[in-house]
């Protein structure tokens, strides 16, 4: 059995001395390093696209708050058509005198 798996691995030595070397296509690294270099280019843009686009939503977010907030109806009336403490406690039967 040890002679038969001698035999095997000079089989398979063998054969990797008979190998020729595999050559590539011309410039096959310059394009490589092209691809390498363009897909790690997209990389950086959609890095820096990402927090640009959160600023931009949050801006917008910030402008339409802004806008709603000063949109909305003033549930304070003014003075003159106000509800003052007078008419309340004219109404409810209260005494109160003014400091005024």
Excluded: C
């Amino acid at each position: 059995m040890n002679e038969h798996s001698n035999h095997l691995l000079e089989d398979h030595l063998h054969l990797l001395n008979n190998l020729e070397e595999v050559g590539t296509d011309e410039f096959f690294y310059t394009r490589l390093r092209s691809r390498i270099e363009a897909r790690k280019a997209g990389e950086e843009w959609g890095f820096v696209v990402r927090p640009a686009m959160a600023i931009a939503a949050l801006s917008l977010l910030l402008v339409l708050n802004g806008f709603l907030f000063l949109q909305r109806p003033t549930t304070e009336k003014d003075q003159s058509e106000g509800y003052s403490i007078q008419h309340f406690a004219a109404d409810h039967d209260l005494s109160i005198n003014p400091i005024y």
